[in-house]
């Protein structure tokens, strides 16, 4: 077997893959395993997010439990009214979001006490907006004036958690697009060394993975292997 004389290994695992319709949360410019995006293999798909995206959390501290957490969970039924006259959504979880709605918000929200007090608890969440224009400032801009909009029930209060960032729907259903850019990267690649060298593309069959890569733009890429070989 011929020894390659280019070896070239992209990617790194940046987020964890996101099964069929999840919506992926990507927020600043760092993430898992201390990647940042400069170092991330550019070959890949940029594309706007769908949504802005922004955690809050609201806090109680009236002091009967039950009337506190009540106080609580009436504001989060505030948000989600409010935000159907808004352009605004709410989403439950960590990376990967699902919507909270009437219907489920008094199950799907956990409340944590406060660390230094034994009378008071938050419950935190996800609100959205879409990237319909691609617009960051006015989006972030909507999302701030709806959580001074939102009406407030007793001592509860509601307030940004963390730094702004985005989310985009279904990571996956951009493979076709990306293993696309990846052929014409390797193709353009092997024709630098000339007709007596061909591209071998392996490890394919990882998932689609994401970075964000500017204000509203996220980089949809596979991590993979490319070598440069002389040809039989």
Do not use: H
């Not at 979001?97 to 489920?104: G, K, Q, V």
């Not at 801009?141 to 940004?160: C, N, T, W």
């Amino acid at each position: 077997m011929l020894k390659p004389l280019l070896a070239v290994i992209l990617g790194c695992a940046i987020a964890a893959p996101a099964l069929a319709q999840d919506e992926v949360v990507v927020t600043g410019s760092k993430r898992g395993g201390g990647e940042m995006a400069s170092q991330v293999a550019g070959v890949g798909v940029k594309r706007r997010a769908d949504f802005a995206v922004q955690r809050v959390t609201i806090y109680g501290d009236t002091r009967d439990k039950a009337m506190r957490r009540a106080e609580i969970l009436a504001t989060v039924k505030n948000a989600i009214d409010a935000g159907a006259k808004r352009g605004v959504t709410l989403a439950y979880g960590d990376s990967v979001i699902r919507p909270l709605t009437l219907a489920n918000y008094a199950t799907k929200l956990s409340f944590t006490e406060d660390d230094s007090r034994n009378d008071a608890e938050q419950v935190s969440f996800i609100i959205k907006t879409p990237l319909k224009d691609g617009d960051a400032f006015a989006a972030l801009d909507r999302l701030s004036s709806f959580i001074k909009a939102v009406p407030l029930s007793g001592r509860a209060v509601i307030e940004p958690d963390g730094e702004a960032g985005v989310s985009i729907v279904d990571p996956g259903q951009y493979r076709a697009q990306v293993i696309a850019a990846i052929a014409a990267d390797a193709t353009a690649s092997a024709k630098l060394f000339g007709e007596d060298y061909a591209a071998q593309v392996s490890s394919l069959a990882q998932p689609v993975r994401w970075v964000l890569t500017g204000p509203t733009e996220v980089l949809l890429y596979i991590q993979y292997d490319l070598q440069i070989v002389p040809k039989d």
